[in-house]
């Protein structure tokens, strides 16, 4: 079967740093895809990781393992605007075809 | 930004009535997708297209049925609308499936009444 777990809700300080962790359970695990949403907005691509290792852009970084089945997105220097749902999505492959299974997303809210 | 449009926006309709939510494209991406996101299940996969007349079906397609005649638009249908299909349904296009990111359209917000 396939399961993504992500926490659900998640509170920072502007300036600091969060990490939202992400778990997977997938047969045909072909990528991971970190999206962004604000309330009442489209979600907007992040970042994407298929091999091992830390992916970097600007403020925001994302981590694969896949040997454990987990994935975190780092946000840096966080800003008010930084506040959103943070939507885990693992690309799988079993089937014929690579389809999209998103987790319900982590819900961030970045406090003065 | 990706140019996808979403028509209409928003919508109010009764139990029962058939409902067509149009998805616009204009990069020409082969592969579309319609979407639906619930609180506390995230997005969902109704059906996509991975080409002109070739669709299947997602992992939530009951109730729903699409078409895609042209390569920039594909319609979404409920056929006798109910109130579990009160949602947001996004639209999203990509350029092939491995490590292409997809694009999602702004959204139309369904309320089945």
């Known amino acids: 079967g396939q399961n993504i777990d992500q926490p659900t809700e998640m509170t920072a300080t502007e300036g600091a740093i969060v990490q939202i962790n992400c778990t997977y359970q997938?047969?045909?695990?072909?990528?991971l895809f970190w999206y962004q949403q604000h309330a009442g907005e489209a979600p907007t691509f992040l970042s994407y990781?298929?091999?091992?290792g830390l992916e970097e852009k600007g403020r925001f970084s994302s981590f694969l393992s896949r040997s454990k089945g987990y994935s975190y997105l780092l946000l840096k220097e966080l800003q008010m605007k930084d506040s959103a749902s943070y939507l885990c999505?693992?690309?799988?492959?079993?089937?014929?075809?690579?389809?999209?299974?998103f987790g319900a997303g982590t819900r961030l809210a970045v406090h003065p | 930004d990706a140019g996808i449009t979403q028509s209409p926006r928003h919508k109010v309709t009764e139990t029962g009535t058939p409902v067509t939510l149009r998805c616009h494209q204009t990069?020409?991406?082969?592969?579309m997708y319609w979407y639906r996101q619930d609180p506390g299940h995230g997005l969902r996969l109704i059906h996509y297209?991975?080409?002109?007349?070739?669709?299947d079906k997602g992992e939530v397609s009951d109730g729903y049925s699409v078409s895609r005649s042209k390569t920039e638009d594909f319609l979404l249908t409920l056929e006798s609308a109910t109130s579990s299909q009160t949602s947001v349904y996004f639209c999203?296009?990509?350029?092939?499936?491995?490590?292409?990111?997809?694009?999602f359209g702004p959204g139309t917000r369904l309320t089945v009444t």
């Open positions: 999203a296009i990509s350029e092939g499936t491995g490590g292409y990111e997809q694009y």
């Open positions: 997938t047969s045909g695990f072909n990528g």
């Open positions: 990781n298929v091999l091992d």
């Open positions: 999505a693992v690309r799988d492959g079993s089937g014929g075809y690579n389809k999209l299974i």
């Open positions: 990069e020409n991406h082969r592969y």
């Open positions: 297209s991975y080409g002109v007349k070739d669709t």
